[in-house]
């Protein structure tokens, strides 16, 4: 049974930092393309990080970029999104997502609240 945990979500002031884990049981990570979606309220799910499944390619959503780094840890079987400099409207609740072929699973997302 395939199943991805993610943690790392808090409350954190305007210009901190934050690293999400996503960590994953009963799949192997390396055959996985994987992402980090967000989602505030409201609002629809976006995608903000993505990374290839031999990690040498990765993109991001332009308000993330310089920002965030998307990482991959395959002996683990964990991936991680660094986030810097956050912002207000980073506030949302984050997944991960992880992507083979036509398979794909997510994980129940973890709360990332950037607030003073």
């Known amino acids: 049974q395939v199943q991805l945990v993610e943690s790392g979500g808090a409350l954190v002031q305007p210009g901190g930092s934050l690293r999400l884990s996503c960590a994953a049981s009963?799949?192997?990570?390396?055959?996985?393309?994987w992402s980090w979606y967000r989602q505030a309220p409201g609002k629809e799910r976006e995608l903000v990080a993505a990374i290839t499944r031999d990690g040498g390619s990765t993109n991001y959503t332009d308000s993330v970029k310089g920002r965030f780094t998307i990482s991959r840890d395959n002996a683990k079987n964990t991936v991680y999104l660094q986030m810097n400099s956050l912002k207000a409207e980073d506030t949302a609740v984050y997944y991960c997502?992880?992507?083979?072929?036509?398979?794909?699973?997510w994980g129940q997302g973890t709360q990332v609240t950037v607030s003073s």
């Open positions: 009963g799949l192997t990570c390396s055959l996985y393309a």
């Open positions: 997502k992880a992507i083979f072929l036509k398979l794909a699973y």
